[in-house]
């Protein structure tokens, strides 16, 4: 420990980037495990409430190694799911930001700045996840299942990758509005004021 004591001393914003990043990229993996298991049994519970019915937008139809699919920001073809994917994969994306979020604030970031303002910043994040990892998925999962990967193996894919836009994404999110001056300017004046009294 004396070692990481003497580097933190020596390298303040060093270690303060080790440990952030080291602590966002734990707390993301083990979010993206509970993703994982909640994808393994939601659609399929999804299925039961609403269906097999299908829902995209734009809906545009493409071909992709041969594969004909449904391209959709928003929503999966039935073939790929229907709605009963697309609300499961974006009930998973939510929850685990639900926990996610405050772990990165109060243990990651140790945030004590503005609330509300940092929940909109990180929702407005989550929703570009969604929105992106929807796009991946209506193409992955037609293509894969065409050649005959099987459901847990794309399911594993999809949590990884999804995992790891979203630890790009969150993380620039983050680190923003979780600084000291998120919203309040004049907080790191008096905090460097305090500092150098």
């Not at 914003?13 to 909640?38: M, N």
């Not at 959709?72 to 979020?101: M, P, R, W």
């Not at 772990?103 to 407005?124: C, D, E, K, M, Y």
Request: glycine share 8%.
């Amino acid at each position: 420990m004396s070692f990481m004591s003497n580097f933190a001393e020596k390298h303040p914003k060093a270690a303060q980037w080790i440990r952030e990043g080291g602590l966002f990229v734990l707390f993301s993996y083990v979010v993206t495990f509970i993703k994982y298991l909640l994808l393994t049994f939601l659609p399929a519970l999804f299925v039961q409430w609403v269906g097999n019915v299908e829902w995209t937008w734009p809906g545009i139809q493409i071909e992709v190694l041969g594969v004909p699919l449904t391209l959709a920001i928003i929503g999966n073809s039935l073939a790929d799911g229907g709605l009963a994917f697309t609300l499961a994969n974006f009930t998973t994306i939510f929850l685990g930001e639900c926990i996610n979020f405050p772990l990165q604030r109060n243990v990651t970031f140790r945030s004590h700045g503005p609330l509300l303002p940092q929940i909109l910043a990180h929702l407005v994040a989550t929703i570009a996840v969604m929105l992106v990892m929807n796009l991946f998925t209506c193409i992955w999962n037609p293509v894969t299942a065409a050649f005959g990967v099987p459901d847990a193996v794309r399911n594993i894919v999809t949590t990884i990758v999804t995992g790891g836009v979203a630890m790009v994404i969150i993380f620039a999110v983050d680190k923003t509005i979780f600084a000291p001056g998120f919203m309040n300017p004049d907080y790191v004046e008096e905090a460097e004021e305090a500092e150098a009294e």
